[in-house]
């Protein structure tokens, strides 16, 4: 078997000394003006990025959502492909989850990607193909960042259990090929460390930490099971000086380095 997701993340941490993930979340409407002359805007925008990020990036995480057309997914062929030229993982955002042969072929994004995120709502079996892939990385969302996000994983069950606890117990047990991870946001402080204390041995994916304003202290504190895990920032890296014109990447990559060091205090 080829070597597992988080013991290839954890040596990419360990090289660059970062717990960063870069959101490439290349919204056509913000992409600089220069860029349109290219063939692939979204893959030239990606590029100079990647460019001025890699030495501080964990993790690149672009979310299907940017890519969802035919010029959109040459774009993140293209972009996957280099990033793994620069030596840095990638965790593909797509929240897949579905039942029978339609998971199965989601699960064939794993054939380009290191990882992915998954919803869990449909149950076990929706996540087995993606689950069995035992060399790539999940990701289960249980606390999400957004405001709306308590809506239904803040619910109560009979058990006296939150929602995201349930999953975050579930995800736990799902873990047979220790592949598996969640996603909590650094929103909500509160549940992110009580999930920790939940599941000790789980690595998260933290978003939140960027343009949402989350707790970067506790999305490294509770964050990272034995130093593996991910603070995801996408907006307030990629978009960081659009007035900048040409020189959007090196703002990129100095807004990329200033949440390593941030992060970095913390670990």
Avoid at 68 to 75: I, P, Q
Avoid at 132 to 147: E, H, I, M, Y
Avoid at 171 to 190: I, K, S
Avoid at 220 to 244: H, K, M, P
Wanted: glycine residues 10%; charged residues 30%.
């Amino acid at each position: 078997m080829s070597e597992r997701f988080f013991d290839r993340l954890r040596a990419r941490i360990d090289r660059v000394d970062s717990v960063v993930s870069v959101g490439l979340d290349p919204d056509p409407a913000r992409i600089p003006d220069h860029l349109d002359e290219y063939d692939l805007p979204r893959w030239a925008f990606n590029r100079r990025i990647i460019d001025a990020t890699h030495e501080h990036a964990a993790c690149y995480k672009p979310n299907a959502a940017f890519y969802e057309d035919g010029d959109g997914w040459r774009a993140l062929r293209e972009t996957i492909a280099y990033a793994h030229g620069k030596d840095v993982p990638v965790l593909l955002d797509a929240k897949r989850g579905d039942i029978g042969n339609t998971s199965r072929q989601y699960a064939a994004l794993l054939d380009h990607a290191d990882a992915i995120t998954l919803n869990p709502y449909l149950g076990r079996d929706s996540l087995e193909p993606f689950l069995s892939r035992a060399d790539k990385g999940v990701f289960v969302l249980c606390r999400t960042s957004n405001p709306g996000g308590g809506d239904l994983q803040d619910l109560e069950l009979s058990s006296g259990e939150r929602v995201y606890e349930r999953v975050a117990a579930l995800a736990d047990l799902w873990n047979r090929n220790e592949n598996v991870g969640l996603v909590v946001g650094a929103t909500t402080p509160e549940e992110l460390e009580s999930v920790r204390e939940q599941v000790p041995d789980l690595p998260f994916l933290v978003p939140g930490v960027g343009a949402q304003g989350g707790d970067a202290e506790a999305a490294v504190t509770y964050g990272l099971a034995d130093g593996v895990g991910l603070v995801n920032s996408s907006r307030g890296i990629i978009f960081a000086d659009e007035e900048q014109g040409e020189g959007f990447a090196k703002a990129s990559g100095e807004a990329a380095k200033r949440l390593k060091k941030r992060l970095n205090q913390y670990r």
